[in-house]
């Protein structure tokens, strides 16, 4: 099966500019994550999908993120604007059912650098 | 809320010794718990998890890791490390209900050396 895919790859902006990712999750799969990792840490969730519902967003900056997944399959983050400290790998995943049960599947990930 | 503590930032062995990654956790409710694994410019992939069945459990490539309640750990072992095994491994705890959501800890690098 196809994994999950993830663009861009790698991501130069200035601070205060805006940036956006694309996440397709494994076909089927109900559940999606974005997670932040910054380097040197494991990453952090910032938002749970359950088809187009948002199950978790408690640690997203809601001033300057946002998060959608439309029809439950793909979905977009953005960030805007961009700080400094936003420089990190942003990782989505997706899995079949509760992680008790299905594995999360990873996508290789956007490298961020903001300037 | 749970959280994990990975003891070792960097873990260092030779090639054929045994691999012991240190995991504690902490959880208010009955945790799910994982091991992930990631490669150099490789997506996280699983290596076991535990579920409140056996309480030994066998990943793959060799790996296997003990939930010990008591001393609330899940250290990962392995009995021999090979050189492919170097790469970056997080133990991560989920909370049964809710969201269930994956709290990752900060990770362990491990190196093999030849």
């Known amino acids: 099966e196809a994994g999950v895919a993830q663009s861009p790859r790698y991501k130069i902006i200035e601070k205060r500019q805006s940036v956006a990712f694309w996440c397709n999750p494994i076909?089927?799969?109900?559940?999606l994550y974005w997670y932040q990792q910054i380097l040197g840490q494991g990453p952090k969730l910032l938002i749970q999908f359950q088809n187009n519902g948002v199950v978790d967003d408690s640690q997203l900056p809601k001033d300057r993120f946002s998060a959608e997944r439309l029809k439950g399959v793909d979905s977009t983050l953005k960030i805007q604007p961009a700080k400094l400290e936003d420089s990190a790998v942003y990782l989505c995943?997706?899995?079949?059912?509760?992680?008790?049960?299905?594995?999360?599947?990873f996508g290789n990930g956007t490298r961020l650098t903001v300037t | 809320a749970q959280s994990v503590t990975q003891l070792d930032s960097h873990v260092s062995v030779s090639e054929g010794t045994p691999v012991l990654l240190r995991c504690n956790y902490s959880?208010?409710?009955?945790?799910?718990l994982f091991w992930y694994v990631q490669h150099p410019n490789k997506g996280l992939q699983l290596l076991l998890k535990?579920?409140?069945?056996?309480?030994l459990v066998k990943g793959i490539n060799g790996f296997e890791a003990e939930f010990k309640k008591s001393e609330t750990s899940f250290h990962l072992t392995k009995p021999s490390a090979h050189m492919s095994d170097a790469a970056e491994y997080f133990c991560?705890?989920?909370?049964?209900?809710?969201?269930?959501?994956?709290?990752f800890g900060k990770g362990t690098k491990l190196t093999v050396n030849p």
């Open positions: 076909s089927g799969h109900a559940t």
């Open positions: 535990y579920t409140s069945a056996a309480t």
């Open positions: 991560v705890v989920s909370e049964a209900g809710g969201s269930e959501k994956l709290v």
């Open positions: 995943a997706s899995s079949l059912r509760y992680v008790r049960v299905s594995p999360l599947h």
């Open positions: 959880s208010s409710y009955s945790p799910s």
